[in-house]
Structures are given as structure tokens and as C-alpha cells.
Nanobody, 115 residues
Framework: QVQLVESGGGLVQAGGSLRLSCAAS????????MAWYRQAPGNQRDLVAS???????NYVASVKGRFTISRDNAKNTVYLQMNTLKPEDTAVYYC?????????WGQGTQVTVSS
């Protein structure tokens, strides 16, 4: 019954900005970490950013200073603000939620950055 719904992807020019959102619904208990991953064709799915229920954040080096992850615990929603986008940021972005003993994934949203 748990579902993660992602939105906000699209096509932008290099240097532009985009904000992704992911809303969780269903019976979820004690969410520990929410995160964003991305996967380009032929590549593995890699962690981009994560945030704990207490607000601690982590970022992959290539996006640090450009991307910001945030969450609204009351709404079970996580956001990813992406600024100064580069063509190498092009990928399908996936929302991830980790609760006690369980893990859930969103459907993925395409982000394309043109040069």
C-alpha cells in the first residue's frame, strides 16, 4: 500500500534550475532516511543526496554546492532543488525511502539538461 509519487522532472538548459518532489502515501512507520538516486543509460543507480529525519544531509561530490535536499516530515515528502545544472546531470531520478526494516522506491522522473 506504500506508494512514492515523483514529479518535477523535465528538459532544461545547462545552467538552469529544477526542483523535484516525492510524496509518500500509505502506512509508513518511523521513516529514517529519504534520498534521491539517479541512473543514466548504461550506468548504475547512484546516490545523489540523502536526508535523515533529524535533518542531516549527505551529497555526492559532483552535486555539492549545486543541489539541496530537504524534507517535510509531516507530509512525508522530500524535495531536491537542483541549480546550475550540467549535461552530466541528465538521468532518471528516483526517490528512495527507508523505514525500519523496509525500503521503497518511486517510479522515476526524467531530467534532461541540454548543452
Amino acid at each position: 500500500q506504500v506508494q512514492l509519487v515523483e514529479s518535477g522532472g523535465g528538459l532544461v538548459q545547462a545552467g538552469g534550475s529544477l526542483r523535484l518532489s516525492c510524496a509518500a502515501s500509505g502506512s509508513i512507520f518511523s521513516i529514517n532516511v529519504m534520498a534521491w538516486y539517479r541512473q543514466a543509460p548504461g550506468n548504475q543507480r547512484d546516490l545523489v543526496a540523502s536526508i535523515t529525519s533529524g535533518g542531516s544531509t549527505n551529497y555526492v561530490a559532483s552535486v555539492k554546492g549545486r543541489f539541496t535536499i530537504s524534507r517535510d516530515n509531516a507530509k512525508n515528502t522530500v524535495y531536491l532543488q537542483m541549480n546550475t545544472l550540467k549535461p552530466e546531470d541528465t538521468a532518471v531520478y528516483y526517490c528512495n525511502l527507508r523505514a525500519v526494516g523496509r525500503e521503497y522506491w518511486g517510479q522515476g522522473t526524467q531530467v534532461t539538461v541540454s548543452s
